[in-house]
């Protein structure tokens, strides 16, 4: 047995290694972009959310994952799906609460693990994966399609029902068996490296302080160096967010990641400059045919498809984003709040370009750089919702005027 959680941790180590350092190969051979790493912060392994609209946890749980390997605690696989079962049985019986006057998706936040570390705890990967479906390599992987119909019918069908006039004690119940089904049953004791922890000893175990964790944003409907719960639908629980100038917000990413801080990271990723191949960027599409020296005619012509694929296949020029301009965006919902990622590098392109090196839950095969990202500055600053981050990576005079 010993043997055999050796051979785990040693191949879990070595994942973590390759996840780091091979991206400058990949990166080598994609036509178009070369990037160099400058900074890069110890990650675990990218997983595959696959059908699942579980970003928020994997990014945050791939972050938390990431402060054990800083605290030199070494490599942990935590499980997404606990933190899943726990959030959503939640986010029904709020919506419920407020008598279907929110909304019930499978969407999050990264504080809902944040919330759910300090409430719940956490467990291993191993001790609940979540539920198998057959024998193949793809039924390991998250589908949740039906899952979030029949937890949905449950909660529609008790705030859309005029006919209920006094609900039962036992709804709860019926919610939690739908996730139960699904996803596998919270543990109540378990037993790990010979061990015997509940999820919050085992979480204890680890070291991580929930109240070490702050959320940053920077928006100007509200007052600088204060906190608001950002209004986009899955901040259900309505965190309260420090609000910086956009530049500050920058200054925190990059002094995290120079301190050996990764961070979750909120975002919106519709836009035409963040493509399936690993490459987030902001050119400027009304400029499409001037950009790419195409014809005018024919730059028309092109497919929504194909103008990303011409603006996104090598360095351009990119729009210089301004604070108005990220809150123009928020307010007419050009800026959604679509994805949670990791944010745990910085590299830059043959043109000396900055990026930041992003880890994403849509597994290896989905980008050109093995489930990495390479997100310019401009991305980040348009783009950013929010990123979680540990309060002593934010440099002091930030700190200080945040009052942390």
Not at 37 to 63: E, H, L, M
Not at 306 to 320: C, G, H, I
Not at 374 to 381: D, H, L, N
Request: charged share 20%; with cysteine; net charge negative.
């Amino acid at each position: 047995m010993k043997k055999v959680l050796l051979s785990i941790a040693l191949c879990a180590f070595t994942l973590t290694i390759l996840a780091q350092n091979d991206t400058q190969t990949a990166s080598d051979s994609t036509e178009g972009f070369r990037f160099t790493t400058i900074d890069s912060v110890g990650i675990t392994p990218v997983k595959d959310q696959n059908r699942s609209g579980t970003c928020w946890s994997y990014s945050a749980i791939g972050f938390l994952e990431s402060e054990l390997l800083r605290m030199g605690k070494g490599t942990y696989d935590l499980s997404e799906m606990f933190v899943v079962h726990h959030t959503m049985v939640d986010r029904a019986q709020y919506v419920v609460r407020m008598y279907g006057n929110a909304q019930f998706a499978p969407g999050g936040s990264t504080y809902d693990v944040i919330y759910c570390l300090k409430n719940y705890g956490l467990v291993p990967q191993s001790v609940m994966p979540g539920i198998k479906y057959g024998s193949t390599p793809a039924d390991t992987l998250p589908v949740h399609t039906e899952l979030d119909a029949v937890a949905g019918g449950i909660v529609d069908a008790l705030t859309n029902n005029s006919k209920i006039k006094k609900l039962t004690p036992v709804w709860k119940q019926a919610i939690s068996a739908v996730y139960d089904t699904y996803l596998g049953e919270c543990p109540e004791i378990f037993t790990y490296n010979g061990k015997e922890y509940t999820p919050l000893s085992f979480a204890q175990m680890l070291g991580l302080n929930a109240d070490d964790y702050v959320s940053i944003t920077s928006y100007t409907h509200h007052p600088f160096y204060k906190q608001f719960a950002l209004e986009v639908p899955d901040n259900w629980r309505m965190d309260q967010m420090y609000n910086v100038p956009m530049e500050e917000m920058m200054a925190i990413i990059d002094h995290a990641i120079a301190k050996g801080y990764t961070l979750g990271w909120a975002a919106d990723v519709s836009e035409i400059g963040f493509t399936r191949k690993g490459i987030g960027v902001v050119p400027d599409a009304d400029k499409g045919a001037d950009l790419t020296g195409s014809d005018a005619a024919r730059w028309l012509g092109l497919s929504e498809t194909d103008k990303r694929d011409e603006l996104t296949k090598k360095p351009l020029p990119e729009k210089n984003i301004t604070q108005a301009m990220r809150q123009e965006a928020y307010d007419n919902w050009e800026t959604t709040d679509d994805h949670g990622m990791q944010i745990f590098g910085t590299a830059k392109d043959q043109n000396g370009k900055r990026y930041y090196m992003i880890k994403n839950s849509w597994g290896t095969q989905k980008s050109n750089y093995k489930g990495i990202w390479y997100v310019s500055e401009a991305f980040m600053q348009y783009k950013t919702n929010n990123v979680l981050v540990h309060k002593n990576a934010i440099p002091k005079e930030i700190r200080k005027k945040l009052g942390i």
